[in-house]
């Protein structure tokens, strides 16, 4: 459930340590014997607290836990919790939700690492005031209740100061006055069950006893680990011109900033490049992963390495370093920055081959194997081998790599294929990279068994890539978004969906239907915060596969290719204006706040994102090929909305507007005119 946050209070103090005598006999007794409070269930709490949980600067924690305690006194429940940063503990009374689950939120201020955790006591003084509530009730007169009342202030007034103390010192005194007094008696009884008193027995609490789960960790990457948009581009591909004999010229890294105007005017804010580094000669593949290279082809730029350098160099035709910091400089005019593409692995031509060729793993008669994914082979690629006994300075120097991009003003990385490399070396690598670097984001670029990724989101990462390239259906898709967003997942796992990528040509694309590639699209920028398309490719539309897989024809992974840069379609406007959406809409700003909402087609699929108050609807027409029509329903309740009131639906996408009322409404859909709706909601 999401609850609210409270106001917080800070403290300093910390739970007593008490010794424990053991009896003459020898028996050993547990050290928290008197507590009486058991804390179980906490959520959220990722494996037992061997990992943390993921957040952003914003974003509000709802914690819960069951807090159970023997017999009937009242139990006092808080929730504690502190950047790491900060010396004492932030705390929020948590309230019973029904049968002993408790719950409390706070709120994320900063990036770095907070933790939290819950303490439970018995909380005498609220019993004691129950107590005398009932009695008072029942018509008994509580002057024994009142003396023991006053002992009990007394042990709040020591922990008070300033006019606190005074006032509870007073209040002690009117308590025993009460008991004496007959005459005293009624403002004693006032006082004792009037709303100062349980003010003060909330501030200045008596935690004899205190039960403190573990402490839980919450790791908070910068804004952009939650919300950004990838424009993927091949800089070799982004020469203005063709070169001689209208052959594709080599682009550089001055080309990539005459474009950076573009892509930003289309709203991306993340510019990320495949490897940028020297590429081998040694088994170079030619057009179409072809095993024979035509002298000129240019080779894979996943084949890192050369005489020129490995991993920490740049490709010349691309330009030097300096022009690739300038580059990264320019970016930041533009709101954007630059991502690299991590991909351990190497050309034969690379330097570790022959300075720590026990990175490799040989075959019987002296060879090193080539990669291999049956049934895809990558013949100019050395795979490198974490099993080796020198992995220490193989772990060593692939930190360095990231230290050294980092040095060059990187702050992303989209890792490739993590999931062939240990997971424990990415946890450490991670964590060493953001002692240095915090604000540094990793995305996994992992297709494999879904728990295999999550770990690897476990482990450190800060967005992953999904399967919602080849999730298609209505089913499937809401299926699979209660998944990300409903399950443990939405605690760790940061979905970045991508429609194709230059490794991806995926099935429902190939046939190049235009309302399919709009439907896609739209799909990925509004269901989930993180998103990306493959630059030029995809947004032209391109879908030539190669025969009988699910990859480009031509890809641009073995070949330079010539874009025009200046051609815009139905899709670059439909890109541009979801963008803008989604830069000026909270709702739209996060994944996990999303509501599906029945509609009674198989095809088309309505779903509700609100945050604060910035509502948004979407619904999209999964059928590219028929018109397609339904009633919509619209949780009224949730918005806040009686079923008589009139609504406003303001379409961002066409600035058409629709006046509504009530939970069902209609609409209706063209696939060959504009697949989707996105309507915010106002009245």
């Not at 590429?279 to 593949?285: E, L, Q, V, Y």
């Amino acid at each position: 459930m999401s609850v609210p946050a409270a106001s917080t209070k800070k403290t300093a103090k910390k739970t007593a340590v008490r010794a424990i005598q053991t009896p003459a006999s020898g028996a050993e007794l547990p050290a928290d014997g008197q507590s009486r409070t058991v804390i179980e269930r906490i959520t959220p709490e990722l494996d037992g607290g061997r990992f943390p949980i993921k957040a952003v600067p914003g974003e509000i924690i709802a914690v819960e836990a069951d807090v159970i305690a023997d017999g009937h006194d009242t139990i006092a429940v808080r929730l504690l919790y502190k950047h790491t940063d900060d010396a004492g503990w932030n705390e929020v009374p948590m309230t019973m939700v029904n049968n002993d689950r408790w719950a409390a939120s706070f709120v994320i201020e900063k990036p770095g690492r907070y933790v939290y955790t819950v303490e439970a006591w018995v909380d005498h003084i609220a019993s004691w005031e129950h107590e005398v509530v009932l009695k008072v009730k029942d018509g008994q007169h509580v002057t024994s209740e009142l003396l023991a009342g006053a002992v009990m202030v007394d042990g709040m007034a020591g922990r008070a100061e300033g006019d606190d103390k005074a006032a509870l010192t007073h209040l002690a005194s009117v308590f025993r006055a009460g008991a004496e007094d007959n005459s005293r008696y009624d403002e004693a009884i006032r006082l004792a069950l009037g709303p100062q008193f349980l003010e003060y027995a909330h501030r200045y609490p008596e935690r004899q006893h205190a039960t403190r789960y573990r402490e839980l960790g919450v790791d908070v990457d910068r804004a952009r680990a939650g919300f950004s948009t990838w424009y993927c581009l091949f800089p070799r591909s982004t020469a203005e011109e063709p070169g001689a004999g209208g052959a594709p010229a080599h682009g550089t890294f001055r080309d990539v900033e005459r474009l950076l105007p573009r892509i930003s005017g289309m709203g991306f804010d993340v510019l990320y490049l495949p490897p940028i580094h020297p590429i081998g000669t040694a088994h170079r593949k030619g057009k179409n992963n072809n095993v024979v290279c035509q002298p000129g082809e240019p080779g894979v730029p996943y084949g890192i390495g050369s005489e020129l350098g490995g991993h920490t160099a740049i490709h010349p035709d691309l330009g030097t370093l300096d022009d690739f910091r300038h580059l990264i400089q320019i970016c930041k005019n533009y709101g954007m920055e630059v991502a690299m593409d991590l991909a351990i692995q190497c050309s034969p031509d690379h330097p570790w081959a022959k300075e720590h060729p026990e990175w490799f793993k040989k075959r019987p008669d002296g060879t090193i194997q080539y990669a291999e994914n049956p049934p895809k082979k990558y013949q100019d690629i050395y795979p490198v081998y974490f099993e080796t006994a020198d992995w220490q300075n193989l772990w060593l120097e692939l930190r360095q790599v990231l230290l050294t991009w980092a040095s060059w003003g990187v702050r992303m990385v989209r890792v490739d294929n993590p999931h062939t490399k240990p997971f424990a070396f990415w946890e450490w690598v991670i964590a060493e990279v953001k002692k240095e670097y915090p604000d540094m984001i990793f995305l996994s670029e992992a297709f494999t068994k879904p728990k295999v990724m999550q770990q690897l989101a476990k482990r450190g990462y800060a967005q992953s890539y999904t399967y919602y390239t080849w999730r298609n259906t209505k089913h499937e898709l809401q299926e699979y978004m209660m998944e990300l967003t409903q399950s443990e997942m939405r605690y760790y796992f940061r979905p970045n969906f991508w429609p194709t990528t230059h490794d991806i040509n995926p099935y429902i694309l190939q046939p190049g239907h235009e309302p399919q590639f709009l439907i896609r699209y739209f799909m990925a920028a509004t269901l989930s915060s993180n998103y990306g398309i493959f630059g030029p490719s995809f947004e032209l539309m391109e879908h030539e596969p190669f025969p009988g897989k699910e990859e480009f024809w031509n890809s641009e992974k073995y070949e330079i290719r010539h874009w025009d840069w200046n051609k815009t379609n139905k899709l670059t406007y439909l890109i541009t204006i979801v963008n803008q959406a989604r830069h000026q809409n909270a709702a739209l700003q996060s994944t996990n706040n999303l509501t599906f909402c029945r509609i009674d087609d198989d095809y088309l699929m309505a779903y509700l994102k609100v945050t604060g108050d910035n509502r948004i609807l979407a619904v999209v027409n999964t059928d590219a090929y028929n018109r397609r029509a339904g009633m919509v329903q619209v949780p009224i309740g949730q918005l806040g909305l009686a079923d008589w009131q009139e609504y406003t639906v303001r379409d961002l996408l066409t600035g058409a507007a629709y006046v509504w009322r009530g939970e069902w409404n209609y609409v209706e859909l063209d696939p060959y005119i504009l697949p989707m709706h996105l309507f915010k909601i106002e009245w």
